[in-house]
């Protein structure tokens, strides 16, 4: 069973993706495929961390995430081919982050992630299932926006009650 995300457990995953990029960096270069990998999880571990902590997906950190994944599709583009699955899965988590986003600015930023969605569903379907355990975490400690919800039918996950 994975662990509950926590501040903690996000400041140990980014000292391993700092080490990770650096010695792979060091020993492969930036352009070598294992590189671009952990460079787009490193970025990945950045926007679950902001979406996290401050439940948004705006600012310095998400942005420079962004440069980040960029980076690595033009670099994956470059080795490895716009067809490869490596390249398309980095487009995807640019084309996601892009969209919710833009779905969050739409519907007021400024309440939060968990109110720019009507439903479950629909925060889920924008964000995926990589970030679940993520929403589930950001809802238990939002019972008013549930209480709120509740004629909505908005239900939680037995586990995070």
């Known amino acids: 069973q994975a662990p509950v995300p926590s501040a903690e457990l996000f400041a140990e995953s980014e000292q391993l993706h700092e080490r990770a990029v650096e010695n792979l960096t060091a020993a492969l270069q930036q352009g070598h495929p294992l590189t671009l990998a952990s460079l787009h999880n490193q970025a990945c571990s950045w926007i679950d ?3 996290h902590e401050e439940g948004s997906l705006t600012g310095k950190r998400v942005d420079t995430a962004v440069e980040q994944l960029r ?3 033009k ?3 470059e080795k490895l081919g716009k ?3 490596d390249t398309q899965q980095t487009e995807k988590k640019i084309s996601e982050i892009s969209n919710l986003q833009k779905q969050m600015e739409k519907d007021g930023a ?14 889920l379907q924008s964000v995926g299932t990589r970030y679940m355990r993520v929403v589930v975490h950001m809802a238990s400690g939002r019972k008013k926006w549930l209480e709120e919800r509740h004629g ?8 995070a009650r």
């Open 71 to 73: 980076l690595v599709h």
């Open 75 to 77: 670099l994956r583009i």
């Open 152 to 159: 909505e039918g908005v239900t939680l996950p037995s586990r």
């Open 49 to 51: 961390r902001c979406f």
């Open 110 to 123: 400024n309440h939060g992630a968990m109110e720019a969605f009507g439903t479950w569903q629909e925060l």
């Open 83 to 85: 067809e490869h699955p």
